[in-house]
């Protein structure tokens, strides 16, 4: 904010040297000084939230030269693809996967229905809310809680269910919708990544159609720009209707070494740029990171239990223990919480 | 080009009136009008390969629908999908599908190491030349032999063979590179869709990265909107580096009811727009009509035996039976090769 300052500094010795009627005017020259040193201010900080430091230095460093079209590292605009995890790098992971406590919610209410599961895991889990016994069970035990309570309906169906969930459901430390704890860094850098002529796309273990529902709204990341686990769907057609009906067996779980199969099979195109937050990420990281001319490699590390969590090597969810060797030893970029950002939440003002 | 010939006369006109020195004046006047009557059409025919008809009125005033932003019919550009099929509806697939002719041509170069083809089905076949064996295998059959014939690399090393067969290959009726057998008329319409904001994707029952190779430069149609059918592939690090290997094992037939659950998979949107031309399109087309609002639904009819191929009910490759009903029967766009199209190939001018 440094223009700013220079500007606010200008305004107040130009009132001092004049009073009267002659302060409106310079009431309104000084304004425009203002408008306009924001106005440079906001061209020549696009990641407001990013406190200066290693990680944004890099981060702007990476876009200035794969953009600039007389440099030795300039990128076509169609190739500058920018893969971003969404668990614990878009939003937040903590207690456990949003995703999880979604399927727990739908346990819930499908349970009247389903004597068996109050003994068997993990909905016994689900249903007492033993985030420990479900966090063991890991990203896949996730999936297939997430299959078992979400199949049987139509694509249609579930996306409103989804989209029903998301508007009401709160998350139990901030109280808040789930979509508010989105990080607002994060936000910053997948618009300034637009606004470089990237295509952002989401690459999450987490469910694709439940992703969808409100990746758009939430991150500017359209529907066919959202990669994510699957299970399989079948085409009917009901009382002459074509509907697509969602199977109770998992098509594709898209974590660790199915990230980059994944990118391969969604894009096509090797990305330039990757950002994620856990070991589920170090195929995707080490996939870009082998292609060919100048990438960025990003891992966001959770070390600010004030104002989010802090947890590494010893978590079960979002476990970065791999991952962050491998970032260190290649030079990948750490960003940490607490030292590099700002402002976690978009309500943390 | 009737605008063209407007413009032709009058210039005509003008230098019999005139000479000498004035001469250059007027062609250089001259040159304008011609060069405003060019954009003039360009502007007002954005299909000049296409007959005037039903088919391109058709096409035209859907467009003029989606897009006019005071009609009941807008829709925002982000909807605006589109979806092509790719054999038979942007190239020709006679006398059978040219992916085929590259599997053929693999075949034949591996088969010394694969003395067991020689009485083993399709490959039997496959090296015989025997295209009504091959048809007879179908959609299904061409996809066993790709997988068969280009598992064991990685998708890098696939991607090579591909890119130097198209360049030198030839079709055997026209002797010509097959990317040379595409239609003019659905690259104007490609074009014109884009022009129009429209997103344009391939769905196509061919292999998802036999197509990667060729169909942006082709068709205009990047990586990441090409979708088709497909192996597995397995991600893994040989000697340091992170690669892709393409398993002899199906992943997914991206054909009839699999090409709604793949545009679903891919997209995450309903195209409101559709073109195929056979059977193997036909639950894509029902897909995309039963969406809400207004939308285009459209079938190539081969019926020109002397530019192209006449072929429908009856034919082994690009059946199209049920098609031709459901579209007859629901109003949807066929397009009659021989009547609708001025031109077919680009080369035949």
């Known amino acids: 904010m440094k223009t700013y300052r220079v500007f606010a500094l200008r305004l107040r010795h130009l009132t001092i040297e004049n009073s009267g009627n002659g302060m409106r005017r310079i009431f ?36 200035k030269a794969v953009t600039d079209s007389a440099g030795k590292d300039y990128v076509p605009p169609a190739d500058r693809i920018a893969v971003f995890d969404n668990d614990g790098t878009l939003w937040a992971e ?28 993990p909905f016994k889990a689900a249903i007492e809310g033993d985030f420990d016994a ?51 860094p994060m936000l910053e850098l997948l618009n300034y990544l637009r606004a470089n002529d990237f295509k952002t796309y989401i690459v999450s273990g987490g469910g694709i159609e439940f992703l969808r529902v409100w990746a758009d709204r939430v991150y500017g990341v359209p529907p066919e720009q959202v990669i994510g686990s699957s299970i399989v769907t079948r085409f009917e057609v009901q009382d002459g209707k074509p509907v697509l009906v969602r199977e109770d067996k998992i098509d594709f779980i898209d974590d660790k070494a199915g990230k980059p199969v994944a990118i ?74 607490k030292r590099d950002w700002k402002q976690v939440f978009p309500f943390q003002r």
């Not at 900080?45 to 981060?59: E, H, Q, R, V």
Request: proline letters at 4%.
């Open 134 to 184: 479900l966090a063991a069970s890991g990203e896949k035990g996730l999936v297939e809680l997430v299959m078992a309570t979400h199949a049987g309906m139509t694509t249609e169906a579930f996306a409103k269910i989804v989209g029903d969930w998301i508007k009401i459901a709160q998350h139990p430390r901030f109280k808040r919708p789930y979509t508010d704890l989105v990080y607002q």
């Open 264 to 337: 391969n099979q969604f894009i096509g195109r090797r990305p330039i740029f990757a950002f994620g937050n856990s070991d589920g990420d170090l195929q995707m990281l080490q996939w870009t990171a082998a292609g060919d001319r100048t990438r960025f490699m990003g891992l966001v590390h959770h070390t600010d239990a004030e104002r989010e969590w802090a947890y590494d090597r010893n978590s079960a969810v979002g476990r970065l223990d791999k991952a962050l060797d491998a970032a260190s030893k290649n030079g990948w970029t750490i960003v940490d919480m």
């Open 94 to 121: 903590k207690p456990v996967y949003f995703q999880l406590l979604f399927a727990i919610d739908r346990v819930r209410a499908l349970a009247p229905q389903h004597p068996e599961w109050k003994t068997t895991q």
């Open 28 to 63: 309104s020259i000084a304004a425009s000084f203002v408008l306009l040193a924001a106005f440079a201010h906001a061209q020549t900080d696009p990641l407001p939230s990013w406190n200066d430091g290693a990680a944004k230095t890099a981060i702007v460093n990476f876009v």
